[in-house]
């Protein structure tokens, strides 16, 4: 598959939800089922971590998939632009802690 851009990302997510999904779920639904996958997520890195498991790096690519698509749901259901959304957030993130990182 290609490169995709965090906008193709998120009208790949709304053509699947109107093919496939019937619809968006509601808000708290949709919250519901990123904490499952992000705790799903939890599990698989715990794994490859030398927690409980043997460690399986698919496992951990299709979790990181099942939270990107939540994540993408909520955002698509609100009508956020995720790629705005992570700009704003990096931004943030620089003035904020200016000091705190050393640059390289």
Same mark, same amino acid.
Request: charged share 30%.
């Given at each position: 598959?290609?490169?995709? $851009?965090?906008?193709?990302?998120?009208?790949?997510?709304? @053509?699947?939800?109107? =093919?496939?999904? !019937?619809?968006?779920?509601?808000?708290?639904?949709?919250?519901?089922? &990123?904490?499952?996958?992000?705790?799903?997520?939890? $599990?698989?890195? +715990?794994?490859?971590?030398?927690? $409980?498991?043997?460690? +399986?790096? =698919?496992? &951990?690519?299709?979790?990181?998939? @099942?939270?990107?698509?939540? &994540? #993408?749901?909520?955002? +698509?259901?609100? !009508?956020? @632009?995720?790629?705005?959304?992570? =700009? =704003?957030?990096?931004?943030?993130? #620089?003035?904020?802690?200016?000091?705190?990182?050393?640059? $390289?």
């Amino acid at each position: 598959m290609s490169e995709l $851009k965090i906008s193709d990302i998120q009208r790949m997510v709304d @053509d699947w939800i109107k =093919k496939f999904g !019937g619809g968006y779920w509601s808000p708290l639904s949709m919250l519901a089922a &990123l904490v499952e996958e992000i705790g799903e997520l939890a $599990k698989a890195l +715990n794994s490859i971590e030398g927690g $409980k498991g043997c460690g +399986n790096m =698919k496992a &951990l690519v299709e979790e990181i998939g @099942d939270v990107l698509f939540a &994540l #993408t749901c909520i955002s +698509n259901y609100y !009508g956020i @632009d995720m790629g705005d959304a992570l =700009k =704003k957030c990096v931004e943030k993130y #620089t003035v904020r802690d200016a000091d705190r990182w050393i640059r $390289k």
